[in-house]
């Protein structure tokens, strides 16, 4: 195999985020996530004290989403709510851009919005990746075309201080033409945009779109180090039944649609 399972089950933060999830889901989402050996769980910020009891001594890191999944909290708000986290037991924190001042232009605010949180959680210790929301930035923004945009937030979140730019949230629904919703989340030519847009200080992760192994793969050759993720037991399940297979052959599919 080009990867080995460490390799890929330490890409995947392992998410729990649906707003219907029950305490007892939550719980079994921990339990399956320090079985498979991921490299984190993505909790909703009330159950990161509880996350953080039921992996303690796994492995597994916590990781808290903030300002999610819109971005329109107040920049103190997000702040106090990464303090909070990381008091929890959060070693990570995924927030959101407001994206509203970032279409207006208004990049002073953006950075600043997101320095706060950075500040916040690295003085507790704890790692941030900052979510673009991809799928509603298709025209671009404040005079810049789509991939200038993406460009320009990958600059003031790397000046910010963020440890990972990340795709989606996963629930960027945008209404289709027929009025339903619907969303792309992670792309093959965004991943590959955002890690040639920062440093190699800032790592890239994708959300939404990777339900198999071989998309799992796709965004590893890609460059990106996370990948947010529902199908984690399928994913990995997949790995070793090509381990035993003895199939060295797992190249890397394209990266679907929806799905976080």
């Known amino acids: 195999m080009k990867y080995s399972y460490s390799d890929l089950a330490k890409m995947i933060d392992h998410s729990l985020l649906h707003p219907t999830m029950t305490d007892a889901d939550l719980e079994a989402g921990c339990r399956l996530a320090a079985q498979y050996q991921v490299a984190s769980v993505c909790i909703k910020p009330y159950a990161v004290k509880q996350a953080a009891e039921w992996l303690r001594g796994s492995g597994v890191l916590v990781g808290c989403v903030i300002g999610f999944p819109h971005g329109n909290s ?9 303090e909070l986290a990381c008091k929890d037991g959060a070693n990570e924190i995924d927030m959101v ?19 706060a949180v950075c500040d916040e959680a690295h003085k507790h210790g704890a790692k941030v990746k900052v979510i673009f929301e991809n799928d509603y930035l298709a025209n671009g923004g404040a005079g810049l075309s789509s991939d200038d945009f993406k460009r320009k937030l990958c600059e003031v979140c790397e000046r910010a201080g963020a440890d990972w730019v990340k795709t989606s949230t996963g629930y960027g629904f945008v209404k289709q033409a027929d009025g339903c919703y619907n969303y792309k989340g992670a792309t093959e030519h965004d991943l590959a945009l955002m890690r040639a847009s920062c440093s190699p200080k800032v790592q890239v992760k994708a959300a939404g779109g990777v339900r198999d192994l071989d998309g ?15 199908a984690t037991a399928a994913m990995m399940d997949e790995f070793r039944r090509r381990e035993a297979a003895g199939d060295d052959g797992a190249v890397a599919g394209k990266i679907g649609a929806g799905g976080y």
């Open 74 to 82: 107040a920049t103190e708000s997000k702040r106090y709510e990464t």
């Open 216 to 230: 799992l793969i796709k965004v590893r050759d890609l460059g990106g180090s996370r990948c947010g993720a529902t």
């Open 97 to 115: 851009v407001n994206l509203g001042k970032a279409l207006s232009g208004d990049w002073g605010y953006v950075e600043a919005d997101v320095k």
